[in-house]
């Protein structure tokens, strides 16, 4: 009984350091029928078949158990992170509705979208005029940066500004610096648009870029005019 | 009885940091090297799958603390927020109420492989009480996280329990009061239990280091309660211990996923899906299972400190057994009398948990009674008694000799013996 016990450390030593041999080997489902036929056996055929064969039964189900033991864990693991994502409550917010009839000419009012401040500025017919005599070279950032137009849509007031018979004096955009996330303060700083108290980027009355660190344009959110006096971000 | 550490990093890199930190070393010595008896039944994997589930529990517990809100007015709604809205939110709460029952189970059998095979016996003394403190540890864990989702069983569980060291005189109200934050179960209740139910896993598990190392300074007791006196007593932790425990542990989670996929509110009560009304008690109030036979002692005692300080004691008389068991035979496999007397006290304690469920009137008090008297007869009792009294059978010379019989187990080692180690 002492001589088997022996046996069997060793007999399982010698699969454990074949565990890590048996990867690389070309161990396939016809070497396991053999490997399982001499298992049948008994356990003197098995020490026999470990110092002549490349692989054995004992390898087949260390492997099979590894795998199957590591696809558990994954299984188990993917609830664990998929909880990090934004839940269902967070997704039903992802639509805000404005009321544009109360906001005056020259005005600029701060509504929250998906938990960001989204600005939306009556401009007047002045802040419009000075937006369309800037020339597209002048500008740090030449692309339109709106959700609404294609990606290679130039920065013009025209795709900046929102879209429609009578909507251009609406202008639409988050209002988070695209340096680092500060909110810029309105009706501030020498482009008449908006001035970031943070590293002091200044964007005009289109939201674009005018001088840096900041790199584009503060972007448009997607959103339609549901009324006239009415439109839904998101 | 330590393992001897025979590992020796070949990597240079390893080298370096090993003889910086023997970290690796460590590992190697507790887990790998570490001789465990070779006769180690499935009872002793409970250990390992104990390890598993303060594991789960700590980490589906950090995960449900993104989600919940510890407040009066929204406690609840976050609970069904992760319940509906979170992602496998579900199954991560299921997880972690469905697995403070399986921890519970778990540790009660640990407990009672202990008490069966004398493991609490010199030299473990210290490894037992420190047990003993990880199971108060664990019912305190416990208690606060079922207050957390502020449903009608959390509020007046949290009432009923605070109140116990009402009981207490002079000192008693303040003390409630100091528990509360208040003058009843309120925010300030609830946050601070939140506060604690977060910390208190994290000592536990510390208590758990500290339980290892007595473990692995003294070594582990076995079936037959006798130490091992040679290399022939002992196997390698690795595999022998790792694939037992491994496979112990699938088992129990195949057991603890029936529950978690297809009885996950078996072991709650519907009542706690009614938000906390501080103005109506609900008609029949039950702690969780793991403490109904406590709580039957409670109310099988008509008087209110009596009743708290039976709770308590029998609790506290645990940390004593070590000491109220005089008998010098550890197994109860070598103990006749003990044997019957030991599965007699778990009867009680069952009995009394079926009890704990039962209203406290009639039949059921004086049962009650009965079973609370014996509960403490056999630690006060019979245990000291047992040890004067009781002719225990004999006991073998070795684990070898017990598990191979008398002849093979004293055979010497033969030449056949070493054959396959040359050739390997």
């Known amino acids: 009984m002492q001589l088997e016990a022996l046996e069997g450390r060793v007999d399982r030593g010698l699969a454990f350091a074949r565990l890590f041999r048996a990867g690389r080997s070309n161990f396939g489902p016809t070497q396991a029928c053999r490997g399982s036929g001499q298992g049948m056996r008994g356990k003197e055929t098995i020490v026999a078949s470990t110092e002549t064969a490349g692989t054995t039964r004992r390898d087949f189900l260390y492997l099979a158990t590894g795998a199957m033991g590591g696809i558990g864990a994954a299984a188990l693991v993917w609830p664990f992170v998929s909880q990090l994502q934004p839940d269902a409550s967070v997704l039903a917010l992802s639509s805000t509705e404005v009321d544009l009839s109360q906001v005056a000419e020259g005005q600029m009012i701060t509504v929250k979208w998906r938990g960001k401040p989204v600005f939306v500025w009556n401009r007047t017919p002045d802040d419009i005029a000075k937006s369309k005599a800037t020339e597209i070279s002048v500008l740090l950032d030449p692309v339109a940066r709106n959700a609404n137009l294609p990606l290679d849509a130039l920065a013009t007031d025209e795709n900046r500004a929102a879209e429609g018979e009578g909507h251009e004096k609406w202008l639409v955009v988050i209002g988070i610096c695209t340096h680092l996330g500060c909110v810029p303060i309105g009706h501030m700083g020498e482009y008449d648009g908006w001035f970031c108290p943070c590293h002091g980027s200044e964007y005009d009355s289109a939201g674009r870029v005018r001088r840096g660190p900041a790199p584009e344009n503060l972007a448009i959110p997607p959103y339609h005019f549901v009324s006239d006096t009415k439109i839904s971000i998101g | ?424």
């Not at chain 2, 473990?215 to 196997?235: A, I, R, Y």
């Not at chain 2, 009294?389 to 008398?406: H, R, W």
């Open chain 2, 1 to 424: 009885m330590s393992g001897h550490s025979t590992f020796e990093p070949k990597n240079p890199a390893l080298k370096w940091f090993e003889s910086r930190l023997p970290l690796v070393g460590l590992i190697h010595s507790s887990f790998v090297a570490y001789p465990t008896p070779r006769n180690l039944n499935y009872w002793w994997t409970f250990g390992g799958i104990l390890s598993l589930m303060l594991v789960c529990q700590i980490v589906s517990g950090v995960v449900l603390v993104m989600h919940y809100t510890p407040h009066v007015t929204l406690a609840f709604d976050s609970v069904e927020h992760i319940m509906r809205d979170v992602s496998w939110g579900w199954l991560i709460r299921y997880i972690h109420a469905n697995g403070a029952s399986m921890f519970f189970i778990a540790v009660y059998i640990h407990m009672f492989r202990g008490l069966y095979y004398g493991s609490y016996k010199a030299p473990r003394e210290v490894l037992w009480i420190l047990g003993c403190i990880i199971y108060l540890l664990m019912m305190a864990t416990a208690f606060m996280g079922y207050v957390l989702p502020w449903g009608q069983m959390s509020f007046w569980g949290a009432t009923v329990i605070t109140n116990l060291f009402s009981a207490f005189p002079v000192v008693g109200p303040t003390i409630v009061e100091w528990l509360w934050g208040g003058f009843a179960v309120d925010n300030p209740t609830l946050n601070r239990f939140f506060s604690l139910h977060y910390l208190l896993p994290f000592m536990i598990a510390g208590v758990v280091v500290l339980h290892v190392w007595a473990l692995h300074v003294v070594g582990q007791n076995n079936p037959t309660g006798v130490e091992p006196k040679s290399e022939k007593d002992t196997v390698p932790f690795t595999p022998y211990a790792t694939i037992k425990d491994g496979f112990g542990m699938v088992c129990f989670l195949i057991f603890f996923a029936w529950f978690l996929f297809y009885i996950p509110n078996y072991l709650g009560h519907a009542d706690n899906y009614i938000p906390a009304n501080p103005l109506v008690t609900p008609a029949h109030i039950v702690p969780e299972w793991y403490y109904l036979p406590f709580y039957a002692m409670l109310r099988a005692v008509p008087d209110k400190l009596g009743g708290v300080l039976t709770m308590f004691g029998a609790i506290i008389v645990l940390f004593f057994v070590p000491w109220l068991d005089t008998s010098k035979v550890r197994s109860a496999a070598y103990r006749p009398l003990y044997k019957q007397f030991f599965w007699i006290w778990v009867a009680v304690c069952i009995g009394l948990g079926w009890l704990g469920s039962k209203p406290a009137e009639g039949g059921y008090v004086i049962a009650g009674r009965i079973l609370t008297i014996y509960y403490f007869a056999h630690f006060l009792i019979i245990l000291p008694l047992l040890g004067l009294f009781e002719k225990p059978k004999a006991i073998p010379a070795s684990i070898t000799e017990a598990v191979l019989g008398k002849n093979k187990g004293a055979a010497p080692a033969s030449a056949g013996v070493s054959a396959p180690q040359t050739k390997g």
